[in-house]
């Protein structure tokens, strides 16, 4: 492609599912529009998708390199950091497996324990994983983001959460 005096060349295929993912996200938004407009039926939705949306906007430049007249793209510094490989360590895919399964005893344990203690755990669990080693840290941000998330829903959301402390 051909604008002026530059040649850009086109990603078709990242530009074809992105847009696909965008146009499978508005139709969504459109569809949960069309059945309520009630805020309880779209807390979750429409915030989602207008941020996915938004995002299709800033990634959509991305489908768009130039190049140059010789036909090779430009320079190091316009490459994509993300298309080198990244040397995946043995420590850091068991951090992710720790990580996925301490989300999934969150969600296990939300009914059991309730969602205030649970979500405490989670989020001492994973500041661990990620290497928080200050005890005084790890607790008070926790806490902190227990209560936000625990009296957010309840402001945001009429559900009865099963708490053991809140």
Not at 55 to 79: N, T, W
Not at 117 to 142: H, K, Q, T, W
């Amino acid at each position: 492609m051909r604008i002026g005096r530059h040649s850009y060349a086109i990603d078709y295929g990242h530009l074809a599912l992105i847009t696909f993912i965008a146009a499978v996200v508005f139709w969504y938004l459109l569809d949960a529009r069309s059945v309520s407009l009630s805020v309880n039926n779209l807390l979750l939705v429409q915030p989602v998708a207008l941020f996915a949306l938004a995002m299709y906007l800033f990634i959509l430049p991305q489908c768009f390199h130039k190049v140059e007249e010789r036909g090779a793209e430009v320079a190091d510094s316009d490459k994509d950091p993300l298309d080198e490989s990244l040397p995946m360590e043995r420590s850091d895919v068991v951090r992710i497996a720790a990580l996925s399964i301490s989300l999934g005893l969150m969600v296990f344990l939300l009914e059991p324990l309730g969602f205030d203690l649970s979500m405490f755990l989670f989020a001492v669990a994973a500041m661990v994983i990620c290497g928080e080693r200050r005890p005084v840290r790890v607790v008070l941000y926790s806490a902190a983001v227990t209560l936000v998330a625990i009296y957010g829903f309840r402001a945001m959301i009429p559900y009865p959460m099963p708490t053991l402390l809140l």
